[in-house]
């Protein structure tokens, strides 16, 4: 196990908008870390970034070159503070995080690398499981039993809940699958 470094400076919880983080990132200062999953990072991720999912966050796994400033994100910044409470728990002291995440950069129209392998983004993947359950328990309650349409409630439930929390269950069980954390380990 590596050590946390100690040559960095204390400034922990620090917040950094999308512009400064391009600014650091065209001058090379910046080890930036993106804690979403193997098939978000997959999909699209900042140029530079490394894949280290929240799921499988290993703090001693992260050392920052002296000099450089250690930079987190996910979605929209929930994760990266998950992360970063991990790393200063570990001993790290100087943490950044890009404030509201992904959705920050994507607002600027900043670049974006995607891989060219990646499976159907996870987004994708839950509206293909929603609409089928939703069509499967409302075909069950037509034919079958209107016990069937509970399902269809479930779901649909699920996804109110999901919309309002900004937190999707359905998406982290997918994530999961053995495919999906295949996603992003090639170039990691």
Request: glycine content about 8%; overall charge positive; proline content about 7%.
């Amino acid at each position: 196990m590596t050590q946390a470094p100690e040559s960095i400076a204390p400034t922990p919880d620090a917040i950094v908008n999308a512009s400064t983080l391009k600014q650091w990132l065209d001058r090379e200062s910046v080890l930036l870390i993106d804690v979403r999953e193997p098939i978000e990072y997959a999909d699209e991720y900042i140029p530079g970034a490394i894949s280290h999912p929240l799921s499988q966050f290993d703090p001693y796994g992260i050392a920052p070159q002296p000099g450089q400033k250690l930079v987190l994100y996910c979605q929209s910044g929930k994760r990266s503070a998950r992360a970063a409470d991990r790393l200063s728990a570990a001993g790290f002291t100087d943490i950044t995080q890009l404030q509201s995440g992904l959705n920050a950069w994507k607002a600027r129209s900043y670049p974006l690398s995607k891989s060219q392998d990646t499976p159907i983004s996870l987004f994708r993947q839950v509206q293909i499981v929603a609409g089928s359950l939703v069509l499967l328990g409302t075909i069950v309650g037509a034919t079958v039993s209107p016990w069937g349409l509970l399902l269809s409630g479930f779901v649909g439930a699920g996804l109110a809940f999901a919309g309002i929390t900004n937190t999707c269950a359905m998406g982290l069980l997918l994530a999961k699958l053995p495919y999906n954390q295949r996603a992003g380990q090639n170039w990691k």
